[in-house]
């Protein structure tokens, strides 16, 4: 029997070549799954400081002071998370288009429901919807920060912050787009969380508790950011 290669554009590429090629989309994979986990950690860490401005404003007005004026957390903490998030965008926008090419070679008929979830093969829009959000987050507290403090150089006021975070809910169309951003974020979190471990290589007897953790955390932290903006957004200060 003739036995016929269904791959003859494969045939060309040299062995030599094919090692290289896998090496780089796995370092690739890794490089997005490090960077990824970092964001998820600093995803926390930011929780915890925003729940205190509806349960204790006083400490949320310290830990905030702390976390502006801090020259650890200012010049090396801040530009890490920069170079973090722009890393897994860039990782994430290149590992999009190689895997859309490796499709259109590989399948003539490529039908992605038949093998994976809606939230898996749509990575790329729900990772592009949160970026979107940051650009309005940045906008609305980031620069205005650097902006008093480093462009109109205002003294410092530890007090500031609880009002000027609740005062920025008080537009419900602001609150209603932080809320669905949230939403999009969870969907994001729950197959990137998870799935960072896979690309890591990790699988052992630990992977299944790993695995309900990483969903918990998807579901629960977006969850309590949405919390935290429809909470403001009821309790406005009165003036
Ligand atoms: C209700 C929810 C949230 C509130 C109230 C909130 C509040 C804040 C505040 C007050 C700052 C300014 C910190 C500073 O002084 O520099 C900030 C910065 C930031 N937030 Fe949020 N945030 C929320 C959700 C999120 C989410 C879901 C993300 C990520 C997807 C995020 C990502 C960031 C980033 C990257 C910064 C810049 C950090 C820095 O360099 O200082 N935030 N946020």
Same mark, same amino acid.
């Given at each position: 029997?003739?036995?016929?290669?269904?791959?003859?554009?494969?045939?060309?590429?040299?062995? =030599?070549?094919?090692?290289?090629?896998?090496?780089?989309?796995?370092?690739?994979?890794? $490089?997005?799954?490090?960077?990824?986990?970092?964001?998820?950690?600093?995803?926390?860490?930011?929780?915890?400081?925003?729940?205190?401005? $509806?349960?204790?404003?006083?400490?949320?007005?310290?830990?905030?002071?702390?976390?502006?004026?801090? +020259?650890?957390?200012?010049?090396?903490?801040?530009?890490?998370?920069?170079?973090?998030?722009?890393?897994?965008?860039? *990782?994430?926008?290149?590992?999009?288009? =190689?895997?859309?090419?490796?499709?259109?070679?590989?399948?003539?008929?490529? %039908?992605?429901?038949?093998?994976?979830?809606?939230?898996?093969?749509? *990575?790329?829009?729900?990772?592009?919807? $949160?970026?979107?959000?940051?650009?309005?987050?940045?906008?609305?507290?980031?620069? /205005?920060? *650097?902006?008093?403090?480093?462009?109109?150089?205002?003294?410092?006021?530890?007090?500031? #912050?609880?009002?000027?975070?609740?005062?920025?809910?008080?537009?419900?169309?602001?609150?209603?787009?932080?809320?669905?951003?949230?939403?999009?974020?969870?969907?994001?979190?729950?197959?990137?969380?998870?799935?960072?471990? =896979?690309? *890591?290589?990790?699988?052992?007897? #630990?992977? +299944?508790?790993?695995?309900?953790?990483? %969903?918990? #955390?998807?579901?629960?932290?977006?969850?309590?950011?949405?919390?935290?903006?429809?909470? /403001? /957004?009821?309790?406005?200060?009165?003036?």
């Amino acid at each position: 029997m003739l036995i016929t290669n269904p791959y003859p554009k494969f045939a060309k590429i040299k062995k =030599q070549q094919m090692s290289g090629l896998l090496t780089s989309s796995i370092a690739r994979k890794v $490089v997005m799954a490090l960077s990824g986990l970092f964001l998820v950690f600093f995803l926390g860490q930011h929780f915890v400081i925003n729940i205190t401005s $509806v349960i204790a404003p006083d400490t949320f007005n310290s830990w905030s002071h702390f976390m502006g004026y801090n +020259p650890l957390v200012q010049f090396v903490l801040q530009p890490i998370l920069i170079a973090g998030v722009i890393v897994h965008f860039v *990782m994430g926008i290149t590992l999009e288009i =190689q895997n859309n090419r490796a499709r259109s070679v590989n399948y003539a008929k490529y %039908k992605g429901s038949a093998n994976a979830s809606w939230v898996s093969r749509n *990575m790329i829009i729900t990772g592009l919807v $949160v970026l979107a959000f940051l650009g309005l987050h940045m906008y609305d507290f980031w620069i /205005h920060e *650097m902006a008093y403090k480093y462009i109109e150089a205002n003294p410092e006021d530890p007090t500031r #912050y609880y009002a000027e975070t609740v005062e920025k809910f008080e537009p419900l169309l602001r609150t209603v787009i932080y809320v669905a951003s949230f939403a999009l974020l969870a969907l994001h979190l729950l197959h990137g969380f998870a799935s960072s471990f =896979q690309s *890591m290589g990790v699988n052992n007897k #630990y992977t +299944p508790a790993i695995t309900t953790f990483t %969903k918990i #955390y998807a579901i629960g932290i977006p969850l309590g950011f949405a919390f935290i903006a429809i909470y /403001h /957004h009821l309790n406005p200060i009165t003036h």
